[in-house]
């Protein structure tokens, strides 16, 4: 059986950069649009979800591999050491996008998001960049250049990316 993911876009950019407040307005819009989007967050950081010494947590030291906890209105799968973004995508197949914060090295178009008066050497080092995302005019760029208040041109773009993928 053959596993697919529907179409990864990656949002990368430096930190306060706008990241986060660029994919919850993509999401809010596509989602308005009848589109399922998913989204993935890279944390940099050790990160600790469960409580010590409640039941999930006490089956992840045991070795359980993984656990879930089911409550009345959330599901969260734990594991116990991180996984790549190509293994947590197998979980992202009934959405139609999956918008990525960070993972920056994957193999997966990228929109950069720049501020203001950075450099812009980190952009080389990028595979499938596709666009920057700019609070204002910058230079000319080889890429499809957006401003941060065109998130519903940016939404309608994805919108034309999600309809291409399903045929």
């Not at 967050?41 to 050790?46: R, T």
């Not at 600790?48 to 999930?56: I, M, P, V, Y």
């Not at 595979?127 to 041109?153: I, N, R, W």
Request: glycine share 8%; hydrophobic share 35%; net charge neutral.
């Amino acid at each position: 059986m053959t596993r697919h993911h529907p179409p990864v876009l990656q949002i990368v950019g430096h930190a306060n950069s706008g990241k986060t407040t660029l994919i919850t307005q993509l999401v809010a819009q596509l989602s308005t649009m009848g589109y399922r989007v998913g989204t993935i967050k890279h944390h940099s950081g050790k990160l600790e979800l469960d409580t010590r010494g409640k039941d999930s947590w006490l089956h992840r030291e045991a070795g359980a591999v993984p656990v879930t906890l089911v409550s009345q209105n959330q599901t969260a799968v734990y594991y116990s050491q991180p996984r790549s973004l190509a293994e947590l995508l197998l979980h992202y197949s009934q959405t139609d996008l999956v918008l990525v914060e960070g993972f920056k090295r994957e193999n997966y178009p990228k929109w950069a998001l720049l501020k203001t008066g950075e450099s812009l050497d980190w952009l080389e080092e990028l595979t499938y960049l596709e666009a920057v995302v700019v609070s204002e005019p910058v230079g000319h760029f080889p890429y499809d250049v957006y401003y941060t208040h065109e998130v519903g041109q940016m939404a309608r773009m994805l919108s034309r990316k999600i309809d291409l993928e399903k045929g």
